[in-house]
């Protein structure tokens, strides 16, 4: 990496913070979570030191093997889940994330209220819209979303807010505006969109929460 991770950090927010005020987005301060997810450790280490304290995982596995300990070291760190969760996984994840951005299905949500009612933690909950319908991808689609937030609302789960993937080689903007336009809808803040490729689009378009992986850490080697 020729630039420091603290570099990247700076440079992504203040492309955030430009973007937002170019486009009069009234949250001109959405969360940026560092996506770390297979990076090493020293990145991650490099992105606490320099102050960063939102961070996104898309494992349960990981983030017990890594945060438990760096948590403790580094207060104030806020874990997000954003990959998806399978049901006998959601009482590992209701321990070790402080907020869940993938509830996709009725199943999900009834097994993480009880998960939380049991370890007396309310989270903070998105629900994850699969916007461009593609089998492969996790996210609950359009026409269930309805049934979706209402269960959530009758199970007690706090939920803030949505969140979406663009499928790759569309137009991101498409995906976000759908997003955007449902969250207000259903009457929820929290819209969480952006990734390092489209996350100055997403910042223009009102996002409340994006996510950025490789253009803070690097790329991911997953060899
Ligand atoms: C990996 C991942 C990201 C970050 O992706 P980059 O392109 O590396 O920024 C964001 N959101 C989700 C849900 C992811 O799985």
Redesign the pocket.
């Known amino acids: 990496m020729t630039q420091s991770i603290a570099d990247n950090i700076s440079a992504v927010r203040a492309e955030i913070a430009r973007m937002c005020e170019h486009a009069g987005v009234p949250e001109a301060n959405p969360r940026l979570?560092a996506?770390s997810?297979v990076q090493p450790t020293e990145r991650v280490v490099a992105a606490l030191e320099a102050g960063q304290r939102d961070f996104?995982g898309?494992r349960v596995q990981e983030a017990e093997e890594r945060w438990s300990d760096l948590k403790l070291q580094y207060p104030g760190v806020l874990l997000h889940l954003?990959?998806n969760l399978q049901t006998n996984k959601a009482a590992k994840a209701v321990e070790l994330f402080d907020e869940i951005?993938?509830v996709d299905r009725i199943k999900l949500a009834r097994v993480l209220a009880r998960e939380m009612a049991t370890q007396q933690k309310q989270l903070p909950v998105y629900v994850q819209v699969n916007t461009g319908a593609e089998a492969q991808k996790g996210g609950a689609l359009v026409g269930d979303l309805p049934d979706l937030l209402s269960e959530c609302q009758t199970l007690g789960l706090d939920v803030r807010g949505l969140?979406c993937?663009p499928p790759a080689g569309d137009d991101p903007s498409l995906h976000f505006a759908l997003l955007k336009k449902l969250a207000k809808q259903h009457g929820v803040e929290g819209i969480s969109m952006g990734?390092?490729?489209d996350?100055a689009l997403a910042a223009a378009m009102g996002a409340t929460d994006i996510?950025?992986?490789?253009?803070?850490f690097g790329e991911?080697d997953y060899s």
């Open positions: 979570l996506v997810k996104g898309n954003i990959g951005q993938s969140m993937i990734m390092s490729g996350y996510r950025v992986g490789t253009a803070i991911r």
